[in-house]
């Protein structure tokens, strides 16, 4: 396990990028849907554990190419948001594939279609580096968790200042975002996911040796507040 880096005070929050739409959108459906296979056994030793208890109603934020539809028990009852609409026949696959099933819901990380306080589980697996505005998703989170609800997380990373790795982070930032539909390398997730009103966060760093750029990753639980706090 890796030290915590210490998160950046002067990280301006950026604007909502243009749309990328038409051909892009489904060739990255299909360039996901062939990376995801070989992102490395210590991600999907993490996903079975974080993933394999869960019951009740579970919303996925961006679920892409159904990347974690093999984990997930039988009996839950799933909800998968992913505005990409090429992703549409990656999951239909893979839902057959692992005897699966879901049902698609409208909207983005930052506007989910989904009832306040309506679920048990709200799980994102490497989505809060694309999202235009993480903080923004993450409120939708809390909004949609019933009271003690479970955030699950897995996400890369930023890594520590300083460190060779950051500073190739930063130098292809721009560059990766281009190519990889928005995803940031940079990132300080697991500052924004403490900051985010949680009444309890459990986050574990680790590296995954997929992609040396990438390395850095968080994985864990955020809990929602049984109930509102009263002021007095």
């Known amino acids: 396990m890796s030290a915590t880096p210490k998160p950046s005070n002067a990280a301006p929050r950026r604007p909502p990028e243009r749309p990328r739409t038409g051909v892009y959108k489904w060739f990255f459906a299909w360039l996901l849907s062939k990376l995801q296979r070989h992102y490395g056994e210590e991600v999907d030793k993490r996903k079975k554990?974080?993933?394999g208890a869960l019951h009740g109603t579970v919303v996925e934020i961006g679920a892409g190419a159904g990347a974690n539809l093999e984990f997930y028990p039988r009996d839950v009852?799933?909800?998968l948001v992913e505005p990409?609409?090429?992703?549409?026949?990656?999951?239909?696959?893979?839902?057959?594939?692992?005897?699966?099933?879901?049902?698609?819901?409208?909207?983005?990380?930052e506007r989910m279609e989904v009832a306040d306080a309506s679920v048990d589980f709200v799980v994102c697996t490497l989505v809060l580096c694309s999202v235009d505005d993480p903080e923004a998703a993450l409120q939708e989170v809390v909004r949609v968790l019933k009271p003690g609800g479970r955030f699950i997380f897995l996400e890369h990373v930023a890594a520590a200042h300083g460190t060779e790795t950051r500073k190739w982070q930063r130098r292809l930032r721009g560059f990766w975002r281009r190519i990889c539909d928005g995803c940031t390398l940079d990132r300080e997730t697991w500052a924004r996911i403490e900051e985010a009103g949680f009444a309890t966060c459990d986050i574990e760093h680790f590296e995954a040796e997929n992609i040396p750029i990438a390395k850095p990753h968080i994985a864990g639980t955020a809990t929602k507040a049984e109930r509102a706090m009263v002021e007095v």
């Open 49 to 51: 554990e974080l993933l």
């Open 77 to 79: 009852r799933i909800l």
């Open 84 to 109: 990409n609409a090429h992703m549409r026949p990656y999951l239909e696959d893979a839902a057959r594939k692992h005897d699966a099933s879901f049902e698609i819901r409208a909207g983005t990380a």
